[in-house]
Every structure is written in C-alpha cells, then in structure tokens.
C-alpha cells in the first residue's frame, strides 16, 4: 500500500446561508427558507510525504474552504480527511488570531494549538519575532495590525515552528515587496525538506510553478483537474482567458 502524509477522501462541504428576513415576517412566519450552499463537492486527493501540491482556482471555487478543513478549523460534511498521524499548522489571513491579544501572545497560543510545549514556543520566540520585522507592533494587540503585519506574523510563526504538513493560503502574496522575496526564500528552504509535505493555495501562477510538483484546479466547488503543474496551469490561464 502506498505511503501518503495526506488523505482527502470524497470530502463535501455545505454551509447553511441564513435569508435575510423582516421583524414582521418574523413575528408571523415560524419558518424561514435557508439556502444550502456546496463549497466543496466531493472532493479527492492524496500527497505523498515531503509532496507539495497547489491549488488554484477563482474566487469562490472552495479553496479556503477545503484549506481549513484540512486544517482541522471545521469538519467535513461527507467524507474523510487522514492526516496519518501528522501535526499540520495553517498560515492564512484571519485565522487563528486572538484579535485584542498581542502579537507575543498570539505566537504562544498559536504554537501551543499547534501542539508545541511553551518552551519550545520560548526558545524559538527570537527568531519569530525577528522575521516578522513588524517592530514595537510585537507587544500591541494584533486588532491594532495592517493586513500585511497580520501576514508577516502568521508566516513567521509556521516556518519557524515547522510542522510535518503545513497549509499556505495566500500568505505568500501579501506583505511588502521585501517579505514576499524573504518569505518565498524561507519557503524553498523548508520544502527541501523531504519529509515535509505543503499545500500552497495561490492565484500567483508562478509561485505554483516554481514550487509545487501538482497543482489541483478547483471549480465551483469541485477538483476540475489534478496533474503536472505545466498541464494543469496553462489549461486554468487558458480557461480564464476565455
């Protein structure tokens, strides 16, 4: 049997959308319709240990959506996700955040739910809070950050509490010019190696080209195709542009 470090087996994802309704239809309508609406159907993928795979796709195909459920933030509605064993750790905007905590504190929640001791999370504090390079702004509450500070900090934390899986949604893109070189350099580095497997969600065709050794096109809702990145890619630019 082969050996994977992740398995996405058939996985559906729906969300309940609340219709907005009256005080007055309300008061005299016990029952509301709610529309369902399928972000992922039924969806499936394996990565080998050390694999990196990109997913692209537009806006509103169910990337983030299928991000975070990989990473544990809510469970799939139908089918299964194996981790195998693995810890994973989730670099996106506006997850895992305590909004009215410190950007310290959050580097200490944030490894500890990645399963890191508080020492471990002590000792390698220096270095996080030296790559994130968003200064005085460590010791203010992250609600107080730019978009980009968000970023630079839940970049750092990741890459240097290197876990076996890690998730990247869109974090690569965002930030200074500087930092996206930096942090580019840093992911090269920690994909070298071979034990580690990443999942890069990204509209950035050559970050997912230089990168990545599949790429999986996501659309409304579904795995369109899976395959070589040069394949998978022209086929997505090829679709756009029409």
Same mark, same amino acid.
């Given at each position: ?6 398995? %996405? *087996? ?6 309940? +959308?609340?219709? =907005?309704? &009256?005080?007055?239809? #309300? @008061? ?18 394996? %990565? *080998?240990?050390?694999?990196i795979?990109?997913? +692209?796709?537009? =806006?509103? &195909?169910?990337?983030? #959506? @299928? ?44 490894g ?11 000792d ?36 240097m ?10 974090v ?6 500087q ?5 580019l ?58």
């Amino acid at each position: 049997m082969e050996e994977f470090a992740l398995e %996405v *087996k058939d996985v559906s994802i729906s969300y309940r +959308i609340l219709n =907005n309704v &009256s005080i007055r239809k #309300t @008061l005299f309508h016990r029952r509301t319709r709610n529309e369902i609406f399928e972000a992922v159907k039924h969806v499936s993928f394996a %990565v *080998k240990p050390g694999g990196i795979l990109g997913i +692209i796709g537009q =806006n509103g &195909s169910g990337k983030s #959506t @299928l991000l975070r459920s990989i990473a544990g933030v809510f469970a799939p509605n139908e089918g299964t996700i194996d981790l195998h064993g693995h810890n994973i750790s989730l670099m996106a905007l506006g997850v895992g955040f305590k909004a009215n905590l410190t950007g310290r504190q959050n580097i200490l929640l944030s490894g500890m739910l990645m399963g890191f001791s508080r020492q471990e999370i002590t000792d390698r504090m220096p270095e996080i809070v030296a790559f994130a390079d968003i200064g005085d702004f460590i010791d203010r509450p992250v609600r107080t950050y730019s978009s980009g500070m968000h970023s630079k900090l839940a970049f750092s934390i990741t890459a240097m509490l290197e876990t076996d899986i890690m998730l990247v949604d869109e974090v690569l893109s965002v930030g200074d010019e500087q930092f996206q070189r930096k942090s580019l350099a840093k992911m090269r580095q920690l994909i070298t190696d071979e034990s580690r497997t990443v999942l890069i969600v990204s509209h950035n065709i050559n970050t997912l080209q230089e990168l990545c050794g599949q790429v999986l096109w996501m659309h409304a809702g579904e795995a369109r195709e899976l395959g070589e990145p040069a394949k998978v890619l022209k086929d997505y630019t090829e679709f756009m542009a029409g």
